[in-house]
């Protein structure tokens, strides 16, 4: 009823009262205005809630666009030609574009390999459950595409894309772990066995070489054999370092000064073609870090020949030292050819090498990356063809320790002696070898085989015994064991352990007891001679 109709009834009521009891004038009024009344509240209740409506459909759109930009994956509306509705925030973050830039327009998925336009609903679900490598504005990504089915009658989908780059790049470090695992036990064993060959091999020759008169000619033949021997030990020296079962005694070096102790060295290994440069960021502190040294040299030398190596032109090798928080960082930088991805992927692999032409054994940055990660730090590459590597190593920094001055290595003139020793070796080459050693030079050996019967042979001459000589990987109990048990007998008796590695037996991490020594194989005669010369006079 609209104001004019109710204008006119009251008219034709007050017209109607001249011919009609008063009465029934006024209750003809109170009806009129009664319904104009109710018209009014209708209508007010009416406007009411439309406004409500509207509110609430401004609240519940404003409330699905927060659920939208607040959900981790990426969310995409697609009409059925492919023109973007929808663009949530996780999918600004992913793709690195903005709302305002795509919305109304039509997309191609962007896959690295086969980028592929959105123009119809086939090819929106086409894309249900397909892994791609992607092309953003913010690098590549690995994702998983989900399509929904039609969400309205205009049939519009919705793609549901989920990141999954920092996942697979996690596999992928654990992919590598494992294999590195298995080819650190693989390893270890093997080069286990293979110092003992080497100690054998090496000693038979120092022994003839310590005899008279030798024609020039044999003389040179055995010292190149020598060589070969040493050659091979570094090599397994590696394979122990890749397996980590190699002893290694930390301390805490100041990485500066160490630095500065091998400039000389780098500048030679660095190459004619590379021009070395050592850059040290002070902040008054020193940069200390607790690592094996020989280790942290290793690891130095490797990444510094590689770079100069890497160098097809004269250019630049750069070490980088420097104090990030509560770390110690570490970079060798070149501006040689640099790296293609997947070389880059498999960089730290054992026996994987770019030096095919060269002779490269595949064995120096999984090395350094076995020993670093050992130490409890992190190595990254960041390489691009045409734009140079960049490794760099960030070890936790450490509190030094008291200043300890290392006693330099000097040659031992031992007098005869008529000392006993207890020897235990299971490799029956490397036991004749080290007897016949330890004879030339006056001392007695009771030789065992095990534990077993090194227990025997002990509690039999237990007073004649002045050292106990043992390897650490024995059948049945291990050397450390064995020692334990003579020791609670003979707590003064000197120990010295010979082993081609340090397994768990030594300790946890690979680290010497306390108290005892260590030799590692294979070595010379006359480092054996003078370990047993100091372990036996300093109880005396």
């Not at 406007?47 to 666009?65: G, I, V």
């Not at 054999?225 to 002893?247: C, D, N, P, Y």
């Not at 992927?345 to 050992?374: D, N, Q, R």
Request: aromatic share 4%.
């Amino acid at each position: 009823m609209t104001a004019r109709s109710v204008g006119s009834l009251v008219i034709s009521t007050v017209a109607a009262a001249s011919r009609v009891p008063v009465v029934l004038a006024l209750i003809a009024c109170l009806v009129a205005c009664a319904v104009a009344i109710g018209f009014a509240v209708r209508q007010r209740r009416a406007t009411r809630d439309a406004e409500h409506r509207a509110d609430r459909a401004t609240r519940s759109e404003a409330l699905h666009r927060r659920m939208l930009d607040a959900a981790p994956l990426a969310v995409v509306e697609l009409d059925a030609n492919g023109t973007v509705h929808t663009w949530n925030a996780a999918a600004t973050e992913l793709f690195g574009v903005a709302p305002t830039e795509v919305i109304g327009s039509t997309w191609t998925w962007p896959d690295r390999d086969r980028p592929t336009p959105l123009g119809d609903v086939a090819a929106i679900d086409a894309l249900d459950g397909r892994q791609s490598t992607i092309v953003t504005a913010v690098g590549e990504r690995q994702v998983v595409a989900y399509t929904t089915s039609a969400v309205d009658v205009d049939e519009h989908r919705l793609l549901l894309i989920v990141d999954e780059t920092e996942q697979q790049r996690l596999e992928a470090q654990l992919i590598q772990a494992q294999k590195l695992e298995i080819f650190g036990r693989l390893a270890g064993g093997i080069a286990h066995d293979f110092n003992n060959f080497l100690t054998a091999v090496t000693g038979y020759i120092d022994i003839v070489l310590m005899r008279g008169r030798i024609e020039t000619t044999d003389r040179n033949a055995l010292m190149e054999s020598r060589r070969a021997a040493e050659r091979a030990a570094a090599v397994v020296a590696q394979l122990l370092t890749i397996s980590r079962r190699q002893v290694t005694i930390p301390e805490v070096i100041d990485v500066a000064a160490l630095l500065d102790g091998l400039s000389d060295l780098l500048h030679t290994v660095a190459g004619d073609r590379a021009q070395l440069r050592v850059h040290v960021v002070s902040t008054g502190v020193s940069p200390t870090v607790r690592i094996d040294r020989t280790h942290l040299e290793q690891i130095i030398l490797n990444l510094v020949v590689n770079a100069g190596e890497a160098m097809v032109d004269a250019g630049h090798v750069d070490v980088w030292l420097e104090e990030r928080d509560e770390s110690v960082v570490l970079r060798v930088v070149d501006d040689g050819p640099g790296l293609e991805p997947a070389v880059a992927e498999h960089i730290f692999e054992p026996f994987f090498t770019t030096k095919a032409g060269h002779g490269g054994t595949g064995l120096g940055l999984s090395t350094v990356y076995s020993i670093v990660t050992s130490a409890e730090g992190t190595i990254t590459v960041t390489s691009e063809p045409g734009r140079g590597a960049r490794f760099e190593i960030v070890f936790p920094r450490a509190v030094p320790d008291a200043t300890v001055v290392a006693t330099p290595s000097v040659t031992v003139v031992i007098d005869p002696t008529d000392e006993t020793i207890l020897l235990v070796e299971d490799d029956p080459s490397v036991r004749r070898l080290t007897t016949a050693v330890l004879q030339q030079h006056g001392y007695r050996v009771i030789s065992a085989s095990d534990a077993e019967e090194a227990t025997s042979l002990f509690l039999e001459h237990r007073a004649d015994i002045g050292l106990l000589l043992s390897d650490v990987v024995l059948p049945g109990r291990s050397g450390p064991q064995l020692a334990a048990e003579l020791l609670r007998q003979r707590p003064e008796l000197p120990v010295l352990f010979i082993s081609g590695y340090a397994e768990g037996p030594l300790s946890e991490h690979g680290r010497l007891p306390e108290g005892t020594r260590f030799l590692g194989k294979p070595f010379r005669s006359d480092d054996l001679i003078r370990e047993v010369h100091e372990a036996v006079t300093k109880m005396a």
